[in-house]
């Protein structure tokens, strides 16, 4: 994914450390732990989301006067693997904070690993409720599902005039579910015709295979399918849709927003429209421009969503930690809960009593083989 730029050497040793092991523990450091997937289904989306937590750490590798360690773990796209990388971040490398991840399901995961040790985590992109419901500990610098949802569901009706919709969600992933349901229920009390839902089928990540599902919601003519899954996955079921001569309107979710979607929808990925966090385009904070000219000087491209997650997520950290004025993690974890008209680059961020940020989101569509910026709503 580093295109522009060979792999930087810190991650490359970070990427050595998370295979090695490392003695820690120093009192002349501060170890931030990382917890994202460097390979499996999701890897883009990890490797995205690292080159804003690298350029944070360029920018910003003091704290309290000691320099920060950053410790990258691979949790290789799965719930066990991010419960082990989890546990290994807080017993063997001494991290009094953690970033991560990408990944509802992969959050979910290693959330119960951190609550049970009560070391603080911020995840970047984690959209499900669940991620941080009943959890003291857990705390993240992305809006969530309900309002994911309920965007683009307002987007679907208002903006593109659509009265029918097929929804086709990944059933393996809670990220799915959830958008997808908050998606009907939203599309639902907005049209006031549950009739309006004219299909709704599931499938398992890594489908290859999407024709009977599409076959079954074609056949009810949908104005739109929406299907908020993972790229991978998206990418072939818009390519499938085309090829069957579906010619309505493709929408999806954050998790969509990967050169992958367009690499490997082709053609097909023309005229999808996704909801998402940040578009170098949108000046959601003041923060918003000087990454951008930051990143593209660093990488040589446009800074994605997930880059400017991981960013805003190591920005916060710290912020807790200068605000804590302590390494001690129930410090850091308090001092968290208390962020207020944060100026992030994704947006001026203030944590509800959930752990969950409060901010806008942006609708971006595919055109010219780019992730165009359509609009920004507010919450």
């Not at 015709?193 to 489908?207: E, N, P, R």
């Not at 992730?371 to 507010?378: I, P, R």
């Amino acid at each position: 994914m580093f295109r522009k730029k060979a792999l930087p050497v810190w991650l490359a040793l970070c990427l050595l450390l998370s295979l090695t092991g490392s003695v820690t523990g120093q009192e002349d450091e501060i170890v931030i732990g990382v917890y994202e997937p460097m390979t499996g289904a999701q890897a883009a989306g990890g490797e995205l989301t690292m080159q804003g937590v690298y350029l944070a750490h360029e920018t910003k590798p003091e704290v309290l006067g000691l320099p920060i360690r950053l410790v990258l773990v691979d949790n290789r796209s799965d719930k066990a693997e991010s419960a082990t990388a989890v546990q290994r971040l807080i017993d063997q490398e001494g991290a009094i904070a953690i970033i991560g991840s990408y990944g509802s399901s992969n959050s979910m995961a290693g959330g119960e690993v951190a609550e049970r040790a009560g070391i603080p985590v911020m995840g970047c992109s984690p959209t499900n409720p669940l991620v941080t419901e009943g959890k003291d500990y857990y705390f993240r610098a992305c809006f969530i599902d309900p309002f994911q949802g309920g965007v683009m569901a307002k987007y679907a009706v208002e903006e593109l005039g659509v009265q029918k919709v097929a929804i086709i969600q990944d059933v393996a992933q809670d990220y799915s579910v959830g958008l997808a349901a908050f998606f009907r229920e939203a599309f639902i009390r907005l049209t006031g015709d549950a009739k309006g839902i004219v299909g709704f089928t599931s499938y398992q990540t890594g489908d290859q295979d999407f024709t009977a599902q599409l076959a079954s919601v074609m056949a009810k003519n949908p104005d739109a399918i929406y299907a908020p899954g993972y790229f991978g996955d998206g990418a072939l079921l818009a390519r499938q849709a085309r090829e069957m001569g579906y010619e309505g309107y493709i929408l999806g979710a954050d998790a969509w927003e990967a050169p992958e979607l367009i690499e490997i929808g082709g053609s097909a990925s023309d005229g999808i429209l996704i909801t998402s966090h940040y578009h170098p385009e949108a000046e959601l904070s003041p923060a918003s421009k000087p990454f951008v000219e930051a990143f593209e000087e660093e990488f040589g491209e446009r800074p994605s969503a997930f880059a400017a997650l991981g960013y805003d997520a190591y920005m916060l950290v710290v912020d807790a930690i200068e605000r804590a004025g302590s390494t001690d993690p129930k410090a850091i974890r308090d001092a968290m809960a208390e962020t207020t008209d944060f100026q992030a680059v994704t947006g001026t961020i203030t944590l509800d009593e959930n752990g969950d940020a409060v901010k806008d989101a942006v609708i971006l569509k595919v055109e010219d083989d780019e992730f165009k910026y359509v609009g920004t709503v507010k919450p």
